[in-house]
């Protein structure tokens, strides 16, 4: 498994988790400047789409293989900017996008994982999930949608449910994008001051800012419990947009890397099709 | 409704169509070479990405508006070209990609707009058919799926249905990417001279190509039958593959233009608001 020097940088360890020891606007792993930075992304453009095509040709030969990209972070924290940066470097037809807000009633009615399972990206595809899973021992903990029961529950099933997903062909990359309480707070006055980004803003945002200390609380316990030998967690410092979009392409790249994919060898005698082709009767 | 030149010379006229005398090869509407049609498809790119936000900035307002464009065209036409570099262009979270293969068991036990339906885009999105509905009155007609009668009938159900989603908020972009007989043979003659594209090839694409003349007559009833006011079909000559990329994504943006789409105002105080956020509590 090839791993560059910002996967490597970016990689939990395992053991307890202090975000506040880990700084929001650093670019760990990398040498260089915004221009760079920015450089170094569209750099990566023509092989991230080479590799996604063999990985989207796999499907002829029935392989099960895709990739499942989780990006999770507070309000602001450049979810929807990763969208548009990196993974709009690759081909739209092999990419399927799953957001999850708040959970119908019929969800709710469900266990956590049902409408998961049912956003996962088919075989060949590169899925992102825009939230995930990790809400519900979030948001759930924090505003107290589920007992501590159920969330403690959640963090082994969860677990159980991509060790499953790994076995059966998925290559999980798992972001948490990191942004400090005042780039937040930044970000949201811009979207305030500017009629343009009214749209973005929710005055719910702000209540949900009051409780950060307990969403840095939760996802302290989620990384830790969660952070697996096949599904690690990575903590992207997110104050610079341009070092958190390069981060995630970087972390793609080597997950593609690592799969050694290879153009499916037909399955047809090439030398008969050539043939019939060139003979053919003419077609008008 | 702006209407740029490529547009102008695209939409297809009302009557009986002749396919054998639009050229496939030639660049309507477009004065310039291909490095000209490349540069002028990437300087599309800053106003359709702000064009698609706008509509998918819509949704925070309950508007029901959506686009979606459909893609036709015999096998090696260019489909797949015109999502990566066309449709490439915009944010892929306001994309939704629906591919039509052959229906199943399940689908075929529906009346054939079933499957169509649980395809559309959600509003705010762009959706993009790569193949459609039209594959119902183009190879079931060719190869006998379905009755004449019944071929008949889905001519006017067809329309209805365009004709509701449009009443419902929809744009409707109609595409048949026009290839040569000869253009065709060329481009199988690659993927069969290219291992790397092998996995691209099906032997059953030259029994297909067989049914060419056939297939011809089948697009010119369909093209006359359902160019409609509302959701008028464009042939695209897509010989060259920079005019076709170009082509879309002229009718992508003329459709968005169209639309006269602007910021939503906010639905809240927008100087409570500052305040609140200038005068909350540190967060750390």
């Known amino acids: 498994m090839t791993s ?3 996967a490597n940088a970016l990689r939990l360890p395992p053991g307890p ?3 506040t020891a880990i700084e929001t606007d650093a670019a760990p792993g990398f040498d260089g400047k915004k221009t760079d930075g920015k450089a170094a992304l569209y750099a990566m453009g023509g092989e991230l789409a080479d590799l996604q095509e063999r990985l989207w040709a796999e499907r002829t030969i029935d392989s099960e293989r895709r990739v499942l990209l989780v990006l ?5 924290s450049g979810k929807g900017g990763v969208l548009r940066h990196t993974i709009g470097l690759v081909d739209p037809q092999g990419v ?3 957001s999850f807000k708040a959970p119908t009633d019929e969800e709710r009615s469900h266990d956590f994982l049902w409408r998961i399972e049912k956003g996962l990206p088919p075989a060949g595809y590169i899925g992102v999930f825009d939230r995930s899973h990790y809400e519900d021992v979030l948001i759930a903990k924090v505003r107290g949608f589920a007992e501590p029961e159920e969330i403690e529950r ?6 159980e449910f991509e060790a499953r997903l790994v076995a059966e062909g998925y290559s999980i990359i798992k972001c948490m994008l990191h942004i400090s309480a005042d780039e937040q707070k930044a970000r949201l006055g811009e979207r305030l001051a500017n009629p343009d980004k009214h749209w973005k803003y929710n005055p719910g945002d702000l209540d949900e800012r009051a409780f950060w200390p307990k969403y840095r609380e939760a996802y302290e316990v989620v990384l830790e419990r969660t952070s697996t030998q096949v599904a690690p967690w990575h903590v992207i410092p997110s104050d610079k947009k341009w070092y958190r979009n390069l981060a995630v392409a970087q972390l793609l790249l080597d997950t ?6 290879q153009w499916p060898k037909a399955d047809f005698d090439v030398a008969a099709e050539t043939s019939r082709l060139a003979e053919e009767s003419p077609v008008q």
Chains 1, 2 share one sequence.
Request: glycine content about 12%.
């Open 4 to 6: 560059s020097a910002i």
């Open 96 to 98: 399927r996008i799953t």
């Open 154 to 159: 959640r963090y082994g099933a969860i677990n």
């Open 17 to 19: 988790v202090d975000l």
């Open 256 to 261: 593609l890397r690592g799969l050694d994919l």
């Open 72 to 76: 999770q972070g507070m309000d602001t």
